[in-house]
């Protein structure tokens, strides 16, 4: 028999250690000693995972972590999906952790640049979140696991409540190594409405002062969708969703996705596509989705995550929502990312960036963003085997024989809200590579997985293009009055048009005249409060806007 | 608010309907009532998902669901991994399911093809296993789900043992959909080792008669292994392994795969790499992996299921393998397939037939065989983003610029051992996707997928093929002494090998005289038990070869 392992080794001095901290209330540990908790369970070297996720955070543990003695615990290695808060960057400020892995860093991306340029950190690489998941069952396996759950019992039962995330993908990949798992807690209670991971998973728990924080990052209020937005929302409809005959998919956010929701109802049932398009959805509970559930338009939606107001509303439709005994959500964004990938046969989002091969890219100068989810499910899953009508027209579109294709849709306007062109010679990734010492640039979704370009002026659909040049010629076409565009003659555009490689508005049977708000199902926050027939609750900072003199209808919670 | 869903409306009827057949001891129902049991559950045109895992089997809920009255409870549509079972497919040759949605039929694959044939049945798709994981939580979403594990307690909670496989994911694709499920466990206890699945989960368990079967599908008797394994597993080593510095990999099962495990601590080592290649698996416990892991040459495995005979090893290698507070192993066959095809740099396995385009499959005329997870793992992952040593250089080989390459290594003998060639000009995939009614041939890994061959007489390096012309060249020159090899000159090959395209033994260093089984760590199953430490106790059937007159070592367990 060989040697166990310093690791296993370890953990009963390590639980030995926390209990002495904790008092002799078996898992529990109070608030007040939550850094000499730390303290005592983290080994200098150690790879902690904290759960750092999309919406909900485990702040209470990163800001304990944040704050332990550097001269007792330093070198940690940090593994986690998203860097949302200051503290998560504080613990590479202060020389406690110095190594990251992580998938995005949206908030924080500027100064995560900078700690990297001044080596206060190395990023050992930018995954999506399905890679990181990955990684942590196999070699980024953590010693101890900081996350976060509504409540707990007395066991160590955790109650994720609807908002799921990461938590048992991050607990299993800790606890089944010998690993330390910790959970904050808003509450401790005798009774879990339900059981999301078991006590068995779960070595400690700590009441957190305050709830966790949960960011509604899927809300977007139809206040701000322009009428170039429901333009490209059309376009999505008429030339992908319905000759595709696309049923199972995911929108990324932004206001043409949110947009597409909201016109599901009217311009899509006007064209008779109830029943025939978008009827399985994985998604976040987008509160812009609740009008086209209304009209019965979606069969069922499959969730990372939850979203902020949307509890009530979520609950009250277990018909389309995977809801628990209990009666509410039940999310998990490993599966979800599973689902994303392999279940659904078109992914559609936006970018900041395309360049002539069709890459696209959201990093900026100056910015190590990450890449999120995008690129998992904007990409074609090459193991996929199962057909489906959209799967199999788009693979005989790129002229394959033996295999379908996934649709991967990229809408962006020509201009960003900055003046800045959308469609760039050259990505800003590359500069980012060249100066963080890459090894590749960070492209989000990469130009030969990209089905469908999408702009306010019209559609290229690359997979009817047959070479690199017919490619860059479809989305130099689309990419209208830019520095881009303007680049090939006005009249390229015709032949390509011939070949339904590019397609206009009025080739689509879209009046642009007509392309307006006028179309959206919901034009307010109120609005979608309305249609929910008063179970969407939304977040304080939407309400405010809601509030308007005219406004008809109330919020009821 | 809208309707619920007849099946959230139903699920409370149903749960009525189960009490009054399984009396009134709470969530438990006594084994002579199960056949009324799926009767009152089950309705016609139920989607039901039956837990036919790879290697175990609700067997006792399989039998069950094949006797229920046709009469009463009839065109269900099953969604299972395996139909491994002569009663998985009694319930279509009586008339109790009509639809199947599946991902491997390995031992019941000529009766599926009868069945087809005689319209018993239609298949909905064939899947890998994790895209059907992502339909069952999508649109294959169970009424009901009949799973297995070893051990209840009275509230449902679940104990998996090592085995866990499919368990919790279909689990969770049933309960938060409003479903019902139904475990099958070899004992209700009190008090359970670890609760893998919580009791909120569960609706009903039923102690079966018998412990479920499990079958040890992972076990390759090193007697069995051949000197042209051997020699294939050390170019594999001396051509893949070893430039690419592959760390992270999985295996295919196989002798030639089985081989390369039972060479790490000779050849390998022998050539310095230890440390440097194949310290993280995901892959179940191979017997054939002990050697390697006793010589320190593995850092880490993670499991899909577990493996017959091995849990005792598993037990005591908590450094190596994921294993929980209560000792044993915990496997997942879901987050194994996501760090199969996300973590890994390589995969590597065998196959029956090979193209001229690279193509590959395990399906033959009149067998529906299925894919299982190879096409996942045998895949580039084009949405990974991380990157590695062997990932950049597959990707520069492969003349990317902007992206890596996954290893995906075919090994085959160049004839199959009754005879029959491995390359051929048409793969018998085309015909039975004729016959069956397919869209697109059952191929197992495409050729565009595939960056390296591997046979008895070398190894063409498909990435660095820069033309399909070159591509099948390099297939002709490793086919040998086949009608398919034969079909271009003998010297095709020079070219190709000064190139660096096609590599023959003594061109990595490789005297074929000396390819022998001598190399192996282990000959015999009674090796793998001594290097065990007699922890390994070899299933029936393996000790039943392994006893020999001159066995100098003894089985301890």
Request: aromatic share 6%; proline share 6%; charged share 20%.
């Amino acid at each position: 028999m060989s040697d166990l392992s310093r690791r296993e080794a370890d953990r009963p001095s390590r639980l030995a250690r926390a209990a002495a901290v904790g008092g002799t209330s078996g898992k529990l540990c109070p608030a007040e000693r939550v850094i000499q908790l730390l303290a005592a369970i983290i080994e200098p070297g150690d790879r902690v995972a904290i759960e750092g996720d999309n919406q909900k955070q485990a702040d209470f543990l990163a800001s304990a972590l944040a704050s332990v003695d550097p001269a007792r615990v330093h070198d940690l290695h940090m593994v986690q999906s998203v860097l949302a808060l200051p503290d998560h960057l504080a613990v590479f400020e202060r020389g406690i952790a110095t190594r990251l892995d992580f998938a995005y860093a949206g908030p924080q991306s500027r100064r995560l640049a900078e700690l990297v340029a001044s080596n206060a950190l190395k990023i050992g690489a930018i995954h999506t979140y399905l890679e990181l998941y990955a990684r942590v069952l196999v070699d980024l396996t953590p010693q101890v696991a900081l996350v976060v759950a509504d409540k707990a019992d007395r066991d160590g039962n955790l109650y994720t409540g609807p908002n799921t995330e990461d938590t048992p993908t991050l607990i299993e990949a800790a606890a089944f190594r010998g690993g330390i798992v910790v959970a904050q807690v808003n509450e401790i209670v005798d009774h879990l409405p339900r059981v999301d991971v078991p006590g068995d998973w779960v070595d400690i728990v700590i009441p957190s002062p305050q709830s966790y924080r949960i960011d509604p990052l899927f809300t977007r209020d139809p206040a701000k969708i322009r009428n170039e937005n429901v333009l490209m929302a059309m376009m999505a409809i008429a030339a992908v969703y319905e000759p595709y005959e696309v049923r199972r998919l995911n929108h990324g956010i932004g206001y043409a996705t949110a947009a597409i929701e909201l016109i599901l109802p009217t311009f899509a049932a006007q064209r008779g596509l109830k029943g025939k398009i978008a009827r399985h959805f994985v998604l976040n509970p987008h509160p812009t989705l609740i009008p086209a559930i209304e009209a019965g338009f979606v069969d069922n939606v499959y969730c990372f995550g939850s979203e902020l107001g949307m509890e009530r509303y979520v609950s009250n439709h277990a018909d389309v929502f995977p809801i628990g005994a209990d009666g509410s959500l039940r999310s998990n964004r490993a599966l979800a990312q599973v689902a994303g990938q392999y279940a659904c046969d078109l992914f559609i989002g936006g970018t900041l960036q395309i360049d002539a091969q069709g890459n696209s890219s959201t990093a900026t100068k100056g910015r190590i963003t990450g890449f999120g989810g995008a690129p998992n499910m904007g990409a074609d899953p090459r193991g996929r085997r199962h057909d489906s009508p959209a799967w199999l027209r788009a693979g005989r579109e790129a002229g394959e024989s033996l295999r379908g294709r996934k649709l991967v849709v990229q809408m962006v306007q020509t201009h960003q809200p900055n003046g800045a062109p959308s469609f760039v010679e050259r990505l800003d990734a590359f500069d980012l590579a060249a100066s963080a010492g890459f090894a590749l640039p960070p492209i989000m979704i990469y130009g030969d997985d990209v089905t469908h370009v999408i702009t306010e002026r019209g559609v290229a659909n690359l997979l009817r293009c047959r070479s690199m040049q017919e490619r860059e010629a479809a989305l130099r076409v689309v990419a209208g009055d830019t520095e881009f565009g303007r680049r090939q003659s006005p009249d390229a555009g015709d032949g390509l048009r011939r070949g339904g490689i590019v397609m206009f508005p009025e080739d689509l049977g879209i009046d642009v005249a007509t392309a307006t708000r006028d179309w959206l199902a919901a034009r307010t926050i109120n609005d979608l409060v309305t249609a929910s027939g008063g179970l969407y609750a939304p977040p304080a900072k939407f309400r405010a806007q809601a509030v308007k003199p005219n406004a008809t209808t109330v919020t009821r919670a």
